[in-house]
């Protein structure tokens, strides 16, 4: 643990001395002490701090929500993407973008007129609005069924078809700048980031993170199944309910402010469970750890290979993330 949290601090202060304005180290330290120029001091602490900032706090987020949702399920596969959170959100932000905050029912091809009437705050508040409509739904359908596992994911599956198709059909009417715009969203991006999106996720997940970690034990006793569960006194359906509720949450609002990173959810809890075991009270830390070092990663290289622009960091998670996802049913093929 101390190796990762080492590891975490010190890409967090490489992923400070990359971008497109060429900062040597020296330059960078005098900037965060204020001793620097006003555009490197501005670049530093507008820019690259509050993105690092993100990365940290979205990166533990998402991936110990993905562990939450594996050990909920008992499915490997179960990811924050599992009960169709990103889908709606993304249908929310479409619908913020296309039709609402972003005006373009009014604005047409306009840019000009866009980028005076969009409001960020607006589409992030619709994103989650419509997320957290999708969470209460999928577990208002799974308390009907007595919350099977199976129920969660199949119901999590159709609505995330739903809210796809929502946003087609949303898309196929906008203008050419409004869909330009809701596609661009879309791409997890952590440049969007500021100090104040950053203090609200961080409000949301460290809560949920020490809900979770206070449930470890009980975490830890599902594992051996509902039955045993049950024989220790746990209420089983409640504390799917609460992880389910609180991953999702946790997912949402993230997804709100920075789009979709995908694959986080996957990677970091199969790698910690993979070399610890699966004890809640290790690989809870260990995969916020892990989350945000992945994701400071994928940062840079995203910063690295934009040649002057930064790429989508959705697009790197996703990359990483899809010959992993491969690798782990090619290592189930006898289950």
Not at 140 to 146: A, D, E, P, Y
Not at 283 to 312: E, F, I, K, Y
């Amino acid at each position: 643990m101390l190796l990762l949290l080492a590891a975490v601090l010190l890409m967090s202060f490489t992923c400070l001395l990359i971008g497109s304005s060429h900062m040597s180290i020296r330059e960078c330290i005098e900037a965060l002490s204020g001793r620097g120029s006003a555009s490197q001091i501005r670049i530093l602490r507008s820019i690259r701090l509050p993105r690092v900032f993100a990365a940290l706090i979205a990166g533990a987020g998402l991936s110990v929500s993905g562990l939450m949702m594996q050990t909920a399920l008992d499915n490997p596969m179960a990811s924050p993407s599992t009960l169709g959170v990103s889908n709606a959100a993304v249908f929310g932000a479409n619908l913020s973008i296309i039709a609402f905050s972003g005006g373009y029912l009014s604005t047409g091809h306009n840019v000009e007129n866009y980028t005076a009437a969009a409001s960020p705050y607006a589409t992030s508040l619709l994103a989650f609005a419509f997320a957290a409509l999708s969470i209460l739904l999928i577990l208002g359908l799974c308390r009907i069924k007595s919350f099977s596992p199976s129920v969660v994911v199949l119901s999590g599956i159709a609505m995330g078809s739903v809210w796809t198709a929502a946003t087609t059909v949303l898309q196929f009417y906008a203008t050419d700048v409004g869909l330009s715009a809701a596609v661009v969203w879309s791409f997890g991006d952590l440049g969007r980031a500021s100090y104040k999106t950053d203090a609200i996720m961080l409000l949301v997940t460290v809560p949920g993170y020490l809900v979770f970690a206070c449930y470890r034990w009980h975490c830890n006793a599902l594992l051996s199944g509902d039955a045993t569960a049950r024989s220790m006194g746990i209420s089983v359906d409640r504390l799917r309910f609460t992880m389910l509720l609180l991953s999702s949450l946790i997912t949402a609002v993230i997804v709100s402010f920075l789009g979709i990173i995908g694959f986080l959810g996957i990677i970091c809890p199969h790698l910690v469970k993979k070399l610890m075991g699966e004890d809640h009270r290790i690989t809870l830390p260990l995969s916020a750890l892990s989350g945000s070092l992945l994701l400071l990663l994928a940062d840079t290289l995203s910063r690295s290979m934009g040649n002057g622009s930064a790429l989508p960091v959705g697009a790197v998670t996703s990359l990483l993330g899809a010959p992993f996802f491969v690798g782990i049913l090619l290592s189930k093929k006898g289950e």
